[in-house]
């Protein structure tokens, strides 16, 4: 996707995590790879058409693993503009010069390399005993079989132009364009992505697979991939709830931004993981039974294409905006489709997960600050903490104002990038309300509300009085706190109460002597801890 230059050095000043940023745009790749049964050596051409976006640059480089015992991608030749050029190939990366005084303009640029990937395309055995190739890019293993600008900064269009033995079938990102028998009984496959999107995103996934088109979303078509000896658990499972999944993030985020939705059982991913258009799960996903935990798993990685593929973090310290809205529009999902109780009951066990997350890991943020270890870009905070945060914001402005702030989000950023200010200013405009110390509350701080205190009925008064204390670590956190006080005769009175300080006192008259009070009824907050009374 093309910048221009000023939004090139905005981009570079707001991003935060470690990986070093070059004046160039990756505009478009075309990678041509020939796979073979005979071994596990990947055979590529990547065509890569980019920007310059600063004059006078003389080299850049792209990311691409080079050989280390026995694995790795060794270049044989480097064009730009179809011209050789002497190349650099080392720690990862490979050095490509540019001409003098080279203008702000664009180039092709073509690698030719071969090798065996160490990791990123996995190549070997299903549990059936069948030879199968998928990726495996999550988060910066692109760069083990493609030459790539491996950040989630830079988004693509991109061609997989894939020459196979025939009796493979190969998915892709995007609409297929092409499939051509050859001699030798191979078949080139082309799979062509209109859409940009961040390389970890890229698929590829090259086995026997049983095929099943189910259907279609506002053209767009719909199927499921299973190795197949699994075709029929496999169809059973996967064609509920997808087109469910997909009507309900359409109708209320916006549109479907990619030309196909393939379901994959893959061999490379434990659980789902959800490249643009092409979702890949682990093999165990097919079960036959329409088990509850992968059909939500399917429901996740479909929230993706939204929250992740289409709105893309600008670095990996926001990788919330991806996995915490994944993590909260599932359960919003679950609340549609299955109903409330279902959705409460995720809540709450997210919940504990926070709260047992921050006993073990004290002062984690769910922001990082400028994160260089990628092993730690996502933790359960990511995605629980995260999905939290969205619930809590829309009880705090309203569910029409966040399901309008949602929609404007996702119209601006859509097939782009965006950071979390980003998202709190628009959230703030539909709220019709500052939400910076909300953001930085629950994003910036580690922790979460620990709530002590005690209540008394003070019959003569009709009254109940209640001394509430914040007990975490740190300053007080700021939030409503909904009560619920309960009677003998088994009818209860909710009241909501706001707190801002270490220790308040409250008084809320009473239609008789109470015999508990339960915080946060309603599943809004949160927090842990209870009132006792006195």
Do not use: C
């Not at 990678?31 to 055979?43: G, K, R, W, Y």
């Not at 893309?312 to 915490?324: F, H, K, P, Q, Y």
């Amino acid at each position: 996707m093309s910048l221009t230059l000023v939004s090139l050095v905005l981009l570079a000043a707001a991003s935060i995590d470690k990986y070093p940023r070059q004046p160039i745009d990756v505009v478009d790749y075309r990678f041509a790879l020939e796979l073979t049964d005979s071994s596990d050596i990947v055979a590529g051409e990547a065509t890569i058409d980019l920007w310059v976006t600063r004059d006078s640059l003389a080299s850049f480089w792209l990311d691409l693993i080079e050989p280390t015992d026995g694995r790795g991608m060794r270049v044989s030749a480097v064009t730009v503009d179809g011209a050789p050029v002497a190349f650099r190939h080392a720690a990862g990366r490979l050095e490509i010069p540019l001409p003098p005084g080279m203008a702000r303009r664009r180039l092709a640029v073509t690698v030719s390399y071969r090798g065996i990937p160490a990791t990123g395309l996995l190549i070997g055995n299903n549990r059936h005993g069948q030879r199968t190739f998928f990726s495996d890019n999550w988060p910066d293993k692109t760069r083990h079989w493609l030459p790539v600008i491996d950040h989630v900064s830079d988004k693509a269009t991109s061609t997989f132009a894939v020459t196979a033995p025939a009796h493979y079938q190969v998915i892709s990102n995007g609409a297929l364009a092409e499939t051509t028998d050859l001699p030798g009984d191979r078949r080139r496959t082309i799979w062509r992505q209109s859409v940009p999107i961040a390389p970890w995103l890229f698929a590829l996934g090259v086995a026997r697979f049983a095929v099943q088109e189910i259907g279609t979303h506002h053209g767009a078509p719909v199927s499921t991939w299973v190795f197949a000896p699994d075709r029929d658990a496999g169809f059973h499972d996967f064609a509920v709830p997808s087109l469910e999944a997909l009507a309900f993030y359409h109708e209320r985020i916006g549109a479907f931004a990619y030309q196909k939705l393939a379901n994959v059982q893959s061999n490379s991913v434990a659980g789902g993981m959800e490249a643009a258009s092409s979702i890949f799960y682990s093999a165990g996903s097919v079960t036959g039974r329409r088990d509850k935990r992968w059909r939500n798993v399917i429901v996740h990685e479909i929230a993706h294409q939204w929250w992740g593929n289409s709105v893309t973090e600008r670095d990996w310290d926001d990788v919330w905006l991806s996995e915490g809205f994944a993590t909260y529009f599932t359960l919003l999902f679950i609340e549609h489709g299955y109903g409330r109780d279902e959705f409460v009951d995720g809540l709450r066990k997210s919940r504990q997960t926070v709260i047992d997350f921050d006993r073990a890991n004290p002062g984690y943020r769910v922001i990082h600050d400028q994160l260089a270890d990628m092993s730690k870009v996502t933790t359960r905070q990511t995605y629980e903490k995260g999905g939290w945060t969205l619930h809590m914001l829309r009880e705090q402005i309203g569910s029409d104002r966040f399901w309008a702030g949602i929609r404007e989000y996702y119209r601006i950023h859509r097939d782009g990038h965006a950071s979390t200010d980003d998202f709190r200013k628009v959230m703030e405009r539909s709220a019709g309300q500052p939400l910076r110390w909300f953001f930085d509350q629950w994003l910036t701080r580690g922790g979460s509300p620990v709530i002590g205190g005690t209540w008394r009925h003070d019959r003569r008064a009709e009254t109940v009085e209640l001394e509430v204390l914040q007990t975490q670590s740190g300053p007080p956190f700021r939030f409503p706190l909904e009560l619920a006080i309960r009677f003998a005769d088994g009818s209860s009175q909710v009241e909501t109460v706001t707190l801002r300080e270490a220790r308040q006192r409250f008084t809320i008259a009473v239609k008789a002597a109470p015999t508990a009070i339960q915080l946060d009824p309603n599943v809004r907050l949160l927090f842990s801890g209870e009132l006792t009374a006195r």
